[in-house]
């Protein structure tokens, strides 16, 4: 048997490799880490933690007009800072950084900072330092990608919009995915004035068509000027700011335009291909169903597989390795049934499949659909709808998909998200009594299906 120094090399301390890392350990095993940015990776440093806050923030607005609108209050002359608001947002981002590096120490994971790569099968360069594992741990993530048009480099990534010096007041939005919504919503929220372009029919492919056409239509209700079948042809400096070519001749001023085009693998220059692991041609590790890639001692987990792109995913994927290697429990990651939202403004989230995606595997699919005004907006004069879906297979009654744009969505599908994942009927919905007066109650009170 080798002499490694360490069970387990990790390459990458996002949310993946910093759970399969620590319960290796806890496991038993000899672990060490290495991450070349910020520990806690895309979700901690410009992902789902300071995007949710931003969210946050950007709520503000519409509560201050509600508040006076409908509900009494008179509210002073507001006010929003931008460097206030990005500074305590790295303080706190920070602060997790610190309580990642605490956890990984206290479990006995050894910390590298720096750029590893992997030379051979089980032998990892890190900082100029080589050192040996029985097993090698990929899981470094995704990073945002750019379409090639002329003055691309004059756009920016997520990463960027996460500390922009200061707020755009005029912001072109370019992709039709989460992040795209979700920071249209928030440069909207925080007051600047936002064009979201789509280069299809309809964003959020992939999403319920109920859910796509319902936040269509109230996000434009919000201001944003959501425009479909558009795309940026070219990027210049203007002497406002900056001004994109759309492709059907016209321009827009802005004075930043974001690309949420996706997400690619962060592979490249890791030495996976040259010791033999395989590759899929967008850069993905190729796995099988335990999360080993083509050579028995590297592993991969997480956005870089890009199997289902989320945080909790890639913590499920890393237990599940760390059962596998370590604690004599063999554990296939289960994709089914995750559930996800999108922090839009409204909220969307779903669990579950589509209608379209039940009516082609299912002979008859029964659909349950409600829209209506939340009660809060009664005396705001609000027009805003809450849509809410469910999709049941009527041979079993199984309730197969479950779909939500309102307030609070993600909380509401999170508990609804256990139930379909328990293979409950439509009936079993409908004997549950609701909690009254929520929107959630909705939920168990629809009775006739939509003809
Ligand atoms: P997505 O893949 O979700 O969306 C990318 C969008 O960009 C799509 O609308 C796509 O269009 C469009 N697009 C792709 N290439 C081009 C191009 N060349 N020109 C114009 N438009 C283009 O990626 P995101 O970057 O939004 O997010 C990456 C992943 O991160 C998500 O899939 C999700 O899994 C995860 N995420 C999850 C969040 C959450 O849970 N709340 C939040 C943020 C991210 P088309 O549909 O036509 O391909």
């Known amino acids: ?102 956890l990984l120490d206290s479990a006995g994971v050894e910390r590298f900072q720096g750029r590893a790569v992997v030379v051979d099968p089980h032998t990892i360069e890190v900082s100029g330092r080589r050192v040996t594992a029985e097993h090698i741990l990929i899981a470094v993530g995704g990073w945002p990608v750019l379409p090639e048009i002329p003055g691309i480099e004059h756009a920016m990534t997520s990463n960027e919009a996460f500390h922009l010096e200061e707020m755009p007041q005029r912001v072109i939005v370019v992709g039709g995915g989460y992040i795209a919504v979700e920071f249209a919503g928030i440069f909207q929220g925080l007051g600047s004035q936002v064009t979201q372009l789509y280069r299809g029919p309809l964003f959020l492919r992939g999403f319920d068509d109920d859910v796509r056409n319902t936040l269509a239509q109230e996000i434009r209700n919000r201001g944003i000027d959501l425009r479909f079948d558009t795309n940026v042809a070219r990027i210049e400096r203007s002497v406002s700011g900056l001004s994109a070519r759309l492709e059907d001749g016209s321009v827009l001023e802005a004075d930043a335009i974001l690309f949420a085009t996706g997400r690619s693998p962060l592979t490249a220059g890791l030495g996976l291909q040259e010791v033999g692991v395989e590759l899929d041609e967008g850069g993905a590790v190729i796995v099988d169903e335990y999360s080993r890639t083509s050579l028995p001692s590297i592993w ?149 299906p939509v003809s």
């Open 300 to 448: 991969a987990i997480g956005d870089v597989t890009d199997r289902i792109q989320l945080t909790p995913v890639a913590i499920h994927e890393g237990m599940c390795l760390a059962a596998t290697l370590f604690d004599g429990r063999p554990t296939k990651p289960n994709h089914d049934d995750v559930a996800s939202a999108v922090f839009s403004q409204p909220t969307v989230a779903c669990v579950g499949l589509t209608e379209t995606q039940a009516r082609s595997r299912f002979d008859q699919v029964e659909i349950y659909r409600s829209t209506f005004r939340p009660l809060k907006n009664t005396l705001i004069g609000d027009d805003e709808r809450t849509m809410m879906k469910i999709v049941v297979d009527s041979v079993t009654d199984r309730v197969l998909g479950c779909h939500m744009v309102g307030p609070e969505a993600g909380e509401i599908i999170q508990g609804l998200a256990v139930a379909i994942k328990c293979g409950a009927t439509k009936a079993q919905f409908d004997a549950t009594i609701g909690i009254h007066p929520t929107a959630a109650e909705e939920f168990v009170t629809m009775r006739e």
């Open 1 to 102: 048997m080798p002499n490694y120094d360490y069970d387990l090399f990790t390459l990458g301390a996002g949310s993946g490799g910093v759970r399969a890392s620590r319960v290796a350990a806890g496991y038993g095993a000899r672990v060490a880490i290495a991450e070349e940015r910020d520990l806690g990776g895309t979700c901690v440093n410009v992902g789902c933690i300071p995007k949710k806050l931003l969210v946050y923030a950007s709520h503000y607005s519409q509560d201050f007009s509600d508040a006076v609108a409908g509900y009494g209050w008179t509210v002073g002359e507001t006010n929003f800072d931008w460097k206030t608001l990005i500074s305590n947002k790295d303080r706190e981002i920070e602060r997790l950084n610190g309580i990642y590096a605490g």
